[in-house]
Nanobody
Framework: QVQLVESGGGLVQPGGSLRLSCAASGITFSLYTMGWYRQAPGKQRELVALITTSGMTNFADSVKGRFTISRDNAKNMVYLQMNSLKPEDTAVYYC??????????WGQGTQVTVSS
């Protein structure tokens, strides 16, 4: 079975940093584009960052320069390093795995709250 498990969420002060992790199992991880999405209350789920099988990355304009996505294929892990956090970053963050012409897989999400 396929499983994506996020961890690392929590409460952080504005301007602080947090690193999210996503552990994947049941897939050939190196063949999947990995992404981080987030959903705040009352808002649509949005793409935060993605990293392709070749290591190319893309970020939402709202997080460019603050967030970094990376992957470790040997460990089947993808990470989201979040710096200079703002209250508007508060959301549930989801890990996603996708392959071209293949299925999508989602994690259960981890809560990130940015507040003083």
């Amino acid at each position: 079975q396929v499983q994506l498990v996020e961890s690392g969420g929590g409460l952080v002060q504005p301007g602080g940093s947090l690193r999210l992790s996503c552990a994947a199992s049941g897939i050939t991880f190196s063949l999947y584009t990995m992404g981080w999405y987030r959903q705040a209350p009352g808002k649509q789920r949005e793409l935060v960052a993605l990293i392709t099988t070749s290591g190319m990355t893309n970020f939402a304009d709202s997080v460019k320069g603050r967030f970094t996505i990376s992957r470790d294929n040997a460990k089947n892990m993808v990470y989201l390093q979040m710096n200079s956090l703002k209250p508007e970053d508060t959301a549930v963050y989801y890990c996603k795995a996708t392959m071209w012409a293949g299925p999508n897989y989602w994690g259960q999400g981890t809560q990130v709250t940015v507040s003083s």
